[in-house]
Nanobody
Framework: QLQVVESGGGFVQPGGSLRLSCVASGFSLDHYAVGWFRQAPGKEREGVSSILNIDDSTYYADSVKGRFTISRDNAKNAVNLQMNSLKPEDTAVYYC????????????????????WGPGAPVTVSS
């Protein structure tokens, strides 16, 4: 059974850092495109970052560009999202999603582009 699970969420003060991990079981994540999404209370789910499976190109939403970094850790069958300079508006449940499809456009944030979703990891940024 294909499964992805997020970890690393939690509570942090503004300006702090967290690292989220998306770990896969049942398949090799390095052959999959992976996206990170988030959903704040009362808001729609939005794309945050993605990494392609054709060339490992990375993409970021404008709201996180320069603060977040996505990367693969193939030894752990994981994709990490390093989040620095966190702001209260980054508070949300963060989801990772994967697809085996050869995605060409990492900034296409449609959730329908991904097949396997994790249960989510809450991140709270507050003083």
């Amino acid at each position: 059974q294909l499964q992805v699970v997020e970890s690393g969420g939690g509570f942090v003060q503004p300006g702090g850092s967290l690292r989220l991990s998306c770990v896969a079981s049942g398949f090799s994540l390095d052959h999959y495109a992976v996206g990170w999404f988030r959903q704040a209370p009362g808001k729609e789910r939005e794309g945050v970052s993605s990494i392609l499976n054709i060339d490992d190109s990375t993409y970021y939403a404008d709201s996180v560009k320069g603060r977040f970094t996505i990367s693969r850790d193939n030894a752990k069958n994981a994709v990490n999202l390093q989040m620095n300079s966190l702001k209260p508006e980054d508070t949300a449940v963060y989801y990772c999603a994967a697809t085996a499809a050869k995605r060409q456009c990492g900034s296409d944030w449609r959730t329908s582009e991904y097949d396997d979703w994790g249960p989510g990891a809450p991140v709270t940024v507050s003083s």
